[in-house]
């Protein structure tokens, strides 16, 4: 098994274990199950922002602990500080390092949209993710069918949350894009040797139907990086490790925001 399947088979049992423990009808009496959720795609749209979706990760299957011990509370309110457009909250515990809890506290000091970030196979995990505060979830085209996805994607929009659909291939854009996702992300990391290369998304993006707003994840070390993925065609950047190596990941973030926002600033007026 790659690393990829022993995630998933992983993450079977820890759904079906949180089945038994907290049921779907308690899911839905927590405070944050009826709260109103923040369009995603508006504010990666919004031009006052970066486009920028600001990662908390402690760790990877691929770097192990990246930054074990900060605190969620003044990352995330650091990242929206520093013009970010969204939230990305990793909540899987064994390969990332996350939590429910990480989501709960992002979403209590934070107006902005917030993903959940997880391998997400289940309808009871899209529950989840409305019942502790989430504005959007990230579904993975690589361990789902279509049906399977625009199944996820239905409960989602009828909890009135976002579809951030991941593809890592023209294969993938192929098979999985469709009307039930909002936004389409691509992703540049090998999710079965967690190698980055960021021609993946600058070869795939013209791929993608223009209804979508398109998202460029994973590899993006450089506010230049980021320039070329706009100038490639997307709206936004997901960005997680870039941060969190930094012992302070709020203030990379907000040095990388302003260096992006001045090389955009610079890019319109050549182009003007």
Same mark, same amino acid.
């Given at each position: 098994?790659?690393?990829?399947?022993?995630?998933?088979?992983?993450?079977?049992?820890?759904?079906?274990?949180?089945?038994k423990?907290?049921p779907?009808?308690?899911?839905?009496?927590?405070?944050?199950?009826?709260?109103?959720?923040?369009?995603?795609?508006?504010?990666?749209?919004?031009?006052?922002?970066?486009?920028?979706i /600001?990662?908390?990760? $402690?760790?990877?299957?691929? %770097?192990?602990?990246?930054?074990? #011990?900060?605190?969620? &509370?003044?990352? @995330?309110?650091?990242?929206?500080?520093?013009?970010s457009?969204?939230?990305?909250?990793?909540?899987?515990?064994p390969?990332?390092?996350?939590s429910?809890?990480?989501?709960?506290?992002?979403?209590?000091?934070?107006?902005?949209?917030?993903?959940?970030?997880?391998?997400?196979?289940?309808?009871?995990?899209?529950?989840?993710?409305?019942?502790?505060?989430?504005?959007?979830?990230?579904?993975?085209?690589?361990?789902?069918s279509?049906?399977?996805?625009?199944?996820? /994607?239905?409960?989602? $929009?009828?909890?009135?949350? %976002?579809?951030?659909?991941?593809? #890592?291939?023209?294969? &993938?854009?192929? @098979?999985?894009?469709?009307?039930?996702?909002?936004?389409?992300?691509?992703?540049?990391?090998?999710?079965?040797?967690?190698?980055?290369?960021?021609?993946?998304?600058?070869?795939?993006?013209?791929?993608?139907?223009?209804?979508?707003?398109?998202?460029?994840?994973?590899?993006?070390?450089?506010?230049?990086?980021?320039?070329?993925?706009?100038?490639?065609?997307?709206?936004?950047?997901l960005?997680?490790?870039?941060?969190?190596?930094?012992?302070?990941?709020?203030?990379t973030?907000?040095?990388?925001?302003?260096?992006?926002?001045?090389?955009?600033?610079?890019?319109?007026?050549?182009?003007?």
């Amino acid at each position: 098994m790659n690393t990829l399947d022993k995630i998933v088979a992983y993450k079977r049992d820890e759904v079906n274990e949180a089945k038994k423990l907290y049921p779907i009808e308690l899911l839905k009496q927590k405070t944050y199950f009826n709260a109103r959720p923040v369009s995603l795609s508006a504010y990666v749209k919004n031009e006052d922002k970066t486009g920028i979706i /600001a990662e908390i990760k $402690r760790k990877s299957p691929s %770097e192990g602990f990246i930054n074990q #011990h900060i605190s969620v &509370e003044e990352v @995330s309110i650091g990242y929206m500080q520093a013009s970010s457009s969204a939230l990305s909250v990793l909540t899987d515990g064994p390969s990332f390092g996350g939590s429910l809890k990480d989501l709960e506290t992002a979403r209590k000091f934070n107006y902005c949209p917030i993903i959940r970030k997880d391998f997400m196979l289940d309808a009871y995990q899209v529950y989840e993710a409305k019942a502790h505060g989430a504005d959007a979830i990230l579904l993975i085209a690589s361990i789902l069918s279509r049906s399977e996805a625009e199944e996820l /994607a239905g409960l989602a $929009r009828e909890l009135g949350m %976002e579809v951030l659909l991941e593809v #890592h291939n023209q294969q &993938e854009i192929d @098979s999985h894009v469709g009307e039930y996702a909002d936004l389409v992300g691509v992703n540049s990391r090998d999710l079965k040797t967690f190698s980055t290369n960021l021609e993946t998304a600058t070869a795939l993006v013209k791929q993608i139907p223009a209804s979508y707003v398109k998202i460029a994840e994973s590899g993006i070390k450089t506010p230049e990086d980021a320039l070329n993925l706009k100038n490639a065609g997307f709206d936004g950047f997901l960005i997680g490790t870039t941060f969190m190596r930094s012992a302070r990941p709020e203030k990379t973030c907000q040095k990388f925001s302003a260096q992006l926002k001045f090389l955009m600033k610079q890019n319109a007026t050549g182009k003007a």
